[in-house]
């Protein structure tokens, strides 16, 4: 059984891997934007907000898409589309036209509702599962302090509420391991800008390890992922992608990790802690500030971040701004405008200006960020990619075509690597870039 497996993901393996479990292994030699292998999502769920825009079968952005015609809320690109999500969006169809504006499931919710539905129609496995089975996902449950587990319940009984017509449940405790699974492997989908998309189930992509230092990086074509090398893979390496953002220093990075994923990362950038000097630039004063300022600082750094997490689902765009414009104030007197936590509140700043079309304030704040972004990442970040992006766009819309045609070529030299040349969203921007 294991060698077939294998022979399905051309040059790879899975493996034991020393102290992390079950890894993916090289057989061959990958070069630097090679795709290693394609997964289609076991199952996917497009997020509410996308509704529209893009079709809730494959993903697709186009106008023009169809709606359902029951629920209304439900669009695709042709028939086809809707007739294979149909088994999926009959979960949801008649409880969307029963419970109407008050239809409101967590992403989390729809999609173990979809993977419930999916056992019971394919108990075999699938073509997203060639190494690893959804099954033999980790739930890390002996880990879950009393507010996961609650938080877990809750998810539970939003289930039960929301869905009952079409969906056979387990009992609880099944649920709970299921729950716990789909938080621990669960992928979000997201666009060039990398704006949400929805959220899915890849399950071979979730059999890799995590690094700070990754060598693969994981885009996606619809509902596709696809893993491409970001660095050059040897036969006998153990393939490592990033489950976090990597734009913080150490210690931040392994508090999500253990937050999230509940281990601690061991790779030569976490051992080594290099960029982390860098990641928290202190202004250079005449006098500079005390370690025990700074560590005061990064404190309320920290604190503002989560604040600001939480303002943005209450607070209006103006109060948001202000939030951001008055910790860029506070901690500039300690940090330099390349410290991460000062990118942080800047990148919410521009996300901000964005959402009010402040064109000309969302392209400050992007110049700020664009030099530290790609020093501090690694090459062939996404992050980066969508950064020159957002910028390119802004540049365009303010009639600056050669800043726009150079910040947008940036862009597509990373893409290229990490999405491949043939990926519609390149094709897209160089036909932005044509049209100007």
Same mark, same amino acid.
């Given at each position: 059984?294991?060698?077939?497996?294998?022979?399905?993901?051309?040059g790879?393996?899975?493996?034991?891997?020393?102290?992390?479990?079950?890894?993916?292994?090289?057989?061959?030699?990958?070069?630097?934007?090679?795709?290693?292998?394609s997964?289609?999502?076991?199952?996917?769920?497009?997020?509410?907000?996308?509704?529209?825009?893009?079709?809730?079968?494959?993903?697709?952005?186009?106008?023009?898409?169809? +709606?359902?015609?029951?629920?209304?809320?439900?669009? #695709?690109?042709?028939?086809?589309?809707?007739?294979?999500?149909?088994?999926?969006?009959?979960?949801?169809?008649?409880?969307?036209?029963?419970?109407?504006?008050?239809?409101?499931?967590?992403?989390?919710?729809?999609?173990?509702?979809?993977?419930?539905? +999916?056992?019971?129609?394919?108990?075999?496995?699938?073509?997203?599962?060639?190494?690893?089975?959804?099954?033999?996902?980790?739930?890390?449950?002996?880990?879950?302090?009393?507010?996961?587990?609650?938080?877990?319940?809750?998810?539970?009984?939003?289930?039960?509420?929301?869905?009952? +017509?079409?969906?056979?449940?387990?009992?609880?405790?099944?649920?709970?391991?299921?729950?716990?699974?789909v938080?621990?492997?669960?992928?979000?989908?997201?666009?060039?800008?990398?704006?949400?998309?929805?959220?899915?189930?890849?399950?071979?992509v979730?059999?890799?390890?995590?690094?700070?230092?990754?060598?693969?990086?994981?885009?996606?074509?619809?509902?596709?992922?696809?893993?491409?090398?970001?660095?050059?893979?040897?036969?006998?390496?153990?393939?490592?992608?990033?489950?976090?953002?990597?734009? #913080?220093?150490?210690?931040?990075?392994?508090?999500?990790?253990?937050?999230? #994923?509940?281990?601690?990362?061991?790779?030569?950038?976490?051992?080594? @802690?290099?960029?982390?000097?860098?990641?928290?630039?202190?202004?250079?004063?005449?006098?500079?500030?005390s370690?025990?300022?700074?560590?005061?600082m990064?404190?309320?750094?920290?604190?503002?971040?989560?604040?600001?997490?939480?303002?943005?689902?209450?607070?209006?765009?103006?109060?948001?701004?202000? %939030?951001?414009?008055?910790?860029?104030?506070?901690?500039?007197?300690?940090?330099e405008?390349?410290?991460? #936590?000062?990118?942080?509140?800047?990148?919410?700043?521009?996300?901000?200006?964005?959402?009010?079309?402040?064109?000309?304030?969302?392209?400050?704040?992007?110049?700020?960020i664009?030099?530290?972004?790609?020093?501090?990442?690694?090459?062939?970040?996404?992050?980066?990619?969508?950064?020159?992006?957002?910028?390119?766009?802004?540049?365009?819309?303010?009639?600056?075509?050669?800043?726009?045609?150079k910040?947008?070529?940036?862009? %597509?030299?990373?893409?290229?690597?990490?999405?491949? @040349?043939?990926?519609?969203?390149?094709?897209?921007?160089? @036909?932005?870039?044509?049209?100007?």
């Amino acid at each position: 059984m294991r060698s077939e497996v294998v022979a399905e993901l051309c040059g790879l393996e899975r493996f034991a891997s020393a102290g992390k479990g079950r890894g993916l292994r090289a057989l061959r030699r990958f070069a630097v934007g090679e795709l290693l292998f394609s997964c289609p999502a076991y199952t996917a769920v497009l997020t509410a907000s996308e509704r529209g825009s893009h079709c809730d079968g494959c993903f697709a952005r186009k106008e023009g898409l169809s +709606k359902c015609g029951r629920c209304k809320q439900a669009f #695709y690109c042709n028939v086809e589309c809707q007739k294979e999500d149909w088994p999926m969006h009959k979960l949801e169809c008649s409880a969307m036209c029963a419970f109407g504006q008050n239809w409101n499931p967590s992403e989390t919710v729809r999609l173990t509702a979809r993977i419930l539905a +999916k056992q019971k129609t394919h108990p075999e496995r699938t073509q997203s599962e060639k190494l690893l089975a959804v099954k033999e996902f980790e739930s890390h449950l002996d880990k879950l302090d009393n507010e996961k587990r609650e938080l877990i319940q809750n998810d539970i009984a939003a289930l039960h509420h929301f869905y009952s +017509k079409h969906l056979e449940y387990p009992d609880n405790a099944a649920l709970v391991v299921l729950f716990a699974q789909v938080n621990c492997n669960g992928f979000t989908i997201e666009d060039e800008e990398l704006s949400h998309l929805g959220s899915a189930i890849f399950p071979d992509v979730a059999l890799m390890n995590h690094s700070c230092c990754p060598n693969v990086i994981v885009t996606y074509k619809g509902t596709l992922a696809e893993v491409r090398a970001v660095k050059e893979i040897e036969p006998g390496e153990e393939v490592f992608t990033s489950y976090i953002d990597l734009l #913080y220093p150490t210690e931040d990075r392994n508090n999500r990790l253990r937050d999230s #994923y509940f281990f601690d990362c061991d790779c030569e950038e976490c051992v080594t @802690k290099e960029k982390d000097k860098d990641k928290l630039e202190i202004c250079k004063l005449n006098d500079p500030p005390s370690a025990e300022t700074v560590r005061d600082m990064i404190k309320y750094a920290r604190n503002v971040i989560e604040e600001f997490r939480r303002a943005k689902h209450y607070k209006s765009p103006s109060e948001l701004l202000e %939030i951001c414009e008055l910790s860029l104030d506070k901690m500039g007197a300690v940090f330099e405008n390349s410290n991460v #936590y000062m990118l942080h509140m800047m990148y919410q700043a521009m996300g901000v200006c964005l959402y009010v079309q402040d064109w000309e304030g969302a392209l400050r704040y992007g110049q700020k960020i664009i030099r530290p972004y790609s020093k501090h990442y690694p090459p062939y970040s996404l992050n980066v990619a969508s950064m020159w992006l957002k910028l390119g766009r802004l540049y365009m819309a303010l009639e600056n075509r050669p800043a726009g045609v150079k910040a947008l070529k940036k862009a %597509i030299a990373i893409m290229e690597v990490a999405h491949g @040349k043939d990926h519609p969203y390149i094709s897209e921007i160089k @036909k932005e870039l044509e049209d100007h």
